[in-house]
């Protein structure tokens, strides 16, 4: 599912930013970040791009969240549900960041050991490019995103602490388990 899902957005993206002439690199997050993508599932996205002219990144950025938000439309139109309220979107102002925008909000994530701002943030710790020039996003969580982590083992345990948290939800052994599940006789 994931595959199919990556070559349906690429296409409508490849169509869209071929209409707007915008480069930019769109990252998959969550579970399409994890390429465990099911049958059902919502948008989760956001957008990083370099811009052209740094004393005009506001007006570059209004492009890109234009073509952002057309490619929202475009997949919702295909099934892809928006994320509830459009707040992992790459057409919302906060996930449509440059480069360095990204390294400091990543920065700001990890530097302040706040486990609600951990949990809040997570779904972008396991992002991926999708369309655009994979090496920004490489960078943002090879060269940048790992060596933040290398010297804060606080929000590394943090996150260790959340996924251990998280029970499996097939055959973890429990009555509400899909695949222990009986039906008891009715009195």
Known sequence: MSS???RLTQRLLAVIAGQTHRAAVLACVRIEGREEQGFVTDQDNGLVFVPLAPANIEAERAGYLEMAQRMNDALDRCG????????ATAGNVEWCLTLDEWKTK?????EHDNAIRI?????FFDLRGIFGDGKLVAELLRDHFTRKFAVNTICLKMLAAMALAVRPPIGNGTASSPMTARSEPST
Do not use: L, M, P, T
């Not at 892809?80 to 707040?87: A, L, Y």
């Not at 990543?106 to 990890?110: A, D, E, L, N, R």
């Open 4 to 6: 199919i899902n990556d």
């Open 80 to 87: 892809f549900d928006r994320c509830k309220g459009s707040i």
């Open 106 to 110: 990543f920065s700001q994530w990890i």
């Open 119 to 123: 949990a809040e943030c997570d779904d």
